[in-house]
């Protein structure tokens, strides 16, 4: 009885409160949650677990050394990783970070690089961003890894310390200008000697990676690993 009553109080809230899909907008079926059955048949999957070599490490070479680099997905202008992320960022549907979060953990779970893996950083923001948004946009993708991949999540080591405008519109030379000194390490102790996974949710030059890789590879005996739930595709 209880059951059927609960049953009743869900069809009643999807009928006043009716949930849509992340990716295209459309109404979420009765047995779709977050993103809709045909979006997640259409996600732009890069498969980069896959790959020895990816578009990171064509745009890291030579720059930062790194054991393991991926996206789960490619960002394209209109596309369903735009809305995904928009939402994430933007519209506080940080369900989304969860959804990516464990699609991405199931595709790696197998792959021994990440039995190396000690920590997981998250790319920080700025805490007067922290403040204005009220949540940092990679946080759910990366509880969700921690969960799935038995990985810890350090937040108080790697700390964004100047507040910058968006730079969407800039070169990767002016981002890694404007990025110099931008972010800095605490607590270097919890790291020493440690494989991170850094994580981001959106490469588009790697300006902002690069300037964190480089200063968490200042500590002692450390090595990265990278990943973002997408990666921009022009």
Not at 211 to 229: R, W
Request: hydrophobic share 40%; aromatic share 8%; proline share 3%.
């Amino acid at each position: 009885m209880i059951k059927f009553f609960d049953k009743i109080h869900k069809n009643l809230l999807n009928v006043v409160f009716p949930a849509f899909c992340n990716g295209c907008s459309k109404l979420l079926l009765k047995n779709e949650k977050i993103i809709c059955s045909q979006c997640i048949h259409n996600l732009p999957l890069t498969h980069h677990h896959l790959l020895k070599e990816t578009e990171i490490h064509k745009v890291f070479y030579g720059l930062v050394p790194f054991e393991f680099g991926a996206s789960l997905l490619y960002f394209r202008k209109k596309g369903i990783a735009q809305q995904l992320m928009h939402n994430l960022k933007y519209k506080n549907q940080q369900e989304i970070g969860t959804f990516l979060g464990d699609y991405f953990s199931k595709n790696v779970l197998d792959l021994p690089v990440f039995n190396d893996i000690n920590v997981i950083i998250p790319v920080p923001l700025h805490k007067k961003r922290i403040h204005e948004r009220g949540y940092n946009q990679v946080t759910t993708f990366c509880e969700s890894l921690e969960k799935n991949l038995a990985i810890p999540i350090i937040d108080d080591v790697l700390i964004k310390s100047k507040n910058l405008k968006s730079q969407i519109q800039k070169s990767k030379e002016n981002r890694l200008e404007i990025n110099k000194n931008v972010f800095s390490i605490e607590n270097a102790h919890k790291i020493e000697g440690k494989h991170i996974l850094l994580v981001d949710d959106i490469f588009t030059t790697g300006a902002t990676i690069e300037a964190c890789a480089k200063e968490i590879l200042k500590i002692k005996n450390t090595k990265i690993s990278i990943v973002t739930m997408a990666y921009t595709q022009s």
